[in-house]
């Protein structure tokens, strides 16, 4: 027989209440565990480099750009952890396909012609060297959206939340991109240029601080299951923590 382990409902006051058991490492601990990984053999600032990749899936409109050599998995916690997320392979879509058809836009009853920002919670780009758009005003529009959260379909004016993940592979050393050309070089020539993109992005995370997989990165500790780890994301995404940083800034 089967047995279904998917979760009905998650109670996520219980869970936060809980948390206060747990240090701030303890806890650290138990996300990286979740998501498939053994913090002791990382050093502390590579276990806030994992938990950065996860930072989109509990915050809304978050635009987190992760460029770096190949083999470090960047894609890994947004392919296998959520649900909620979804991964463009090759970059590879189309402004319809993102924003909403123009003809389904106007239809507000019409969840469909939102496009994947109004249907998932992460949408990430994967291979961002390959990202095409044959609408010239795509990259206008995404920047509307990775600015404000909304953008304007037709006659509408669009409401979204998903975060945004671009990454992308730096194939050289930090050093010699950096006397030849700028961190954002992999980025097509329609972005590339243009500073205005660059500056809607939250986080550049440093792809090349983080180590390639290896056997030793992968846990053999207890974590969440995967169900209960992805809709705490979710629920989180309910919550506002911006006001934090007062008190430190």
């Known amino acids: 027989s089967l ?20 240090t701030t490492e303890q806890w650290e601990a138990l996300l990286l ?34 460029l770096g050599p190949r083999g470090t998995g960047k894609s ?5 952890v ?13 402004t319809a396909n993102l924003f909403g058809h123009m003809s389904t836009a106007s239809s507000r009853r019409n969840r469909m012609g939102v496009g994947l920002v109004g249907l998932w919670d992460c949408i990430t ?23 404000s959260g909304s953008y304007a379909r037709g006659r509408d004016q669009i409401n979204a939340d998903a975060s945004i993940v ?36 939250h986080c550049y995370l440093p792809g090349w601080e983080i180590p390639k997989m290896r056997s030793d990165l992968l846990t053999e500790h207890y974590g969440l299951i995967t169900d209960c780890l992805s809709e705490f994301c979710k629920e ?7 006001h934090v940083f007062n008190a430190h800034f």
């Not at 959520?82 to 189309?94: C, K, M, N, R, V």
């Open 3 to 22: 047995t279904p382990i998917q979760m009905p409902n998650l109670d996520l006051d219980e869970m936060i209440a809980n948390r206060s058991a747990f």
């Open 33 to 66: 565990r979740s998501a498939g990984y053994e913090p002791t053999v990382l050093s502390e600032r590579q276990r806030l480099h994992f938990l950065e990749r996860m930072v989109p899936l509990i915050e809304r409109n978050y635009n987190l750009c992760e």
């Open 76 to 80: 890994h916690v947004y392919k296998e």
């Open 82 to 94: 959520s649900p909620y997320a979804i991964l463009l392979s090759g970059g590879q879509t189309t």
């Open 125 to 147: 780009f994967d291979e961002v060297a390959g990202m095409r758009f044959k609408d010239a005003n795509a990259v206008q529009i995404m920047k509307d959206y990775m600015a």
């Open 166 to 201: 671009l990454e992308g592979n730096i194939n050289d050393t930090v050093e010699n991109v950096l006397k030849v050309t700028h961190l954002f070089d992999p980025f097509p020539e329609e972005f590339n240029n243009d500073s205005a993109y660059f500056d809607r992005i």
């Open 236 to 242: 989180m995404r309910k919550r506002d923590f911006t």
